[in-house]
Structure formats: structure tokens, C-alpha cells
């Protein structure tokens, strides 16, 4: 079965400190990754996802299949990055997502 | 474009009692998922509708229940609340079904179960 962690609940750095977010995921096929995000106040929307490879705000998060990992990072945190952040694994086939936990990032001015 | 709406947006109901949310997808979006949010757990799967076919379904009992009606809007119940069902109750639509979709999230319904 997929799983998806995220082993920290709650990541606080302070502004223009870099900032990784780590995501593990358990896949034995080839998974396809996102980042979602949840602003104060706001819905669960998309960040990024590997295949695209893009920056989105800053962030960009790699693929690395030896290590089942898919860490999101941004070299300088900015307060309004401060949000819920969600790691999903989506599998092959018409399967659902599955999403980690998620980390709160708390950007300290 | 609206996005996905959910209604009602907040509910205080009583163990025992019965509760219907709703979502309305993006127009031209056919595939409404729904999922369970709590702080201890984040987001958990609970169904997938796809042209008024229950797709997938999570690990959730059988008081929990979904429908997909032709207009791709799609309702929830839980039956039998118990405190343990007190989440945000979100719901996604997308284009069709598959990873490669992306999900556009509703706000969510508020279920607090006293």
C-alpha cells in the first residue's frame, strides 16, 4: 500500500532562513508527487508536482527515487510562507491520493 | 470561473443524528472526491465519484455514504454520528479521474458532533 510521511508536525524558522520541508513516501511503482498548501483562512491548493518541475513561489522540490523522498525547499522563508503543507503520492491507475500528515511552517520575523 | 462551494459551511449536530454535505464542482469538472481532515491525521480519503460512479472508496465504515448526481454535484452523509466524525469535510473536483488531474479543493464543511 502507498503511504506518504511527514515527519515533523510543526517546522519554525525564522525569515530569510532556508527552509525544507521533508517528505518520504513508501511506492513500489512509479509514484507521481505533490505539494499541497493551506494558507490561514484560505483552501488546500496545489504548489507543485514533480513532473512539472517548476518553481512555484520560490519552492521547488525534486524526485529522488533512491531515497523515496520528495522534500520541498526554499532557500530564503518569507512570512507569508507561514501555511499548512501537504505532501500527496499519487499511483498509477485511477487511484486516489494519498496524503501525508502535512507540516505547519511558522515563518519568525 | 467559481470554484468548488460546499454547503452548509459550518453544522453542530448530536451523536446519533444523521448529516447530508453537499459540494459543487467546477462546471466541467467530472470527478468530485471527498476527504476527512483532522489535525491528528490530515487528510484522509473517504470517496471518489466519476460520472455518478463511485470510483474508490477509503477506509471508512459504512455510515459514511456518498452519491453523484448527472450535474457532477455530489452529496455525503454520515448516519449514526459519533464524536469521533467532529472534522472539516472537504471536497475536490477535477477534469476526470487519475493523478495526473490536478484537485481543486472546496472550503470545506465544519461537522462538530457534541
Known amino acids: 500500500a502507498q503511504r506518504v510521511t511527514q515527519p515533523e508536525k510543526l517546522l519554525s524558522v525564522f525569515k530569510g532562513a532556508p527552509v525544507e520541508l521533508k517528505c518520504n513516501y513508501s511506492?513500489?511503482?512509479?509514484?507521481?508527487l505533490f505539494w499541497y498548501v493551506q494558507y490561514s483562512r484560505q483552501r488546500l491548493q496545489l504548489l507543485l508536482r514533480?513532473?512539472s518541475r517548476e518553481s512555484i513561489k520560490g519552492f521547488t522540490a525534486d524526485l529522488n527515487k533512491g531515497e523515496t523522498s520528495f522534500h520541498l525547499k526554499k532557500p530564503f522563508a518569507q512570512e507569508e510562507d507561514s501555511a499548512m503543507y501537504y505532501c500527496?503520492?499519487?499511483?498509477?491507475?485511477?487511484?486516489?491520493?494519498?496524503f501525508g500528515k502535512g507540516t505547519r511552517l511558522s515563518v519568525i520575523a | 470561473k467559481a470554484g468548488v462551494t460546499q454547503t452548509p459551511r459550518y453544522l453542530i449536530k448530536t451523536r446519533g443524528q444523521q448529516v447530508t454535505l453537499s459540494c459543487s464542482p467546477i462546471?466541467?469538472?467530472?470527478?468530485v472526491s471527498w476527504y476527512q481532515q483532522t489535525p491528528g491525521q490530515g487528510l484522509q480519503f473517504l470517496f471518489e465519484?466519476?460520472?455518478?460512479?463511485?470510483?474508490n472508496k477509503g477506509n471508512f465504515p459504512g455510515r459514511f455514504s456518498g452519491r453523484q448526481f448527472s450535474n457532477s454535484r455530489s452529496e455525503m452523509n454520515v448516519s449514526t454520528l459519533e464524536l469521533g466524525d467532529s472534522a472539516l469535510y472537504l471536497c475536490?473536483?477535477?477534469?476526470?479521474?487519475?493523478?495526473?488531474?490536478?484537485?481543486?479543493f472546496g472550503p470545506g464543511t465544519r461537522l462538530t458532533v457534541l
Open positions: 475536490a473536483s477535477s477534469l476526470g479521474q487519475g493523478t495526473y488531474n490536478e484537485q481543486f
Open positions: 511506492y513500489s511503482g512509479s509514484p507521481e
Open positions: 514533480h513532473i
Open positions: 500527496a503520492l499519487g499511483a498509477a491507475g485511477n487511484t486516489p491520493l494519498v
Open positions: 462546471s466541467g469538472h467530472r470527478s
Open positions: 465519484y466519476f460520472s455518478e460512479t463511485q470510483r
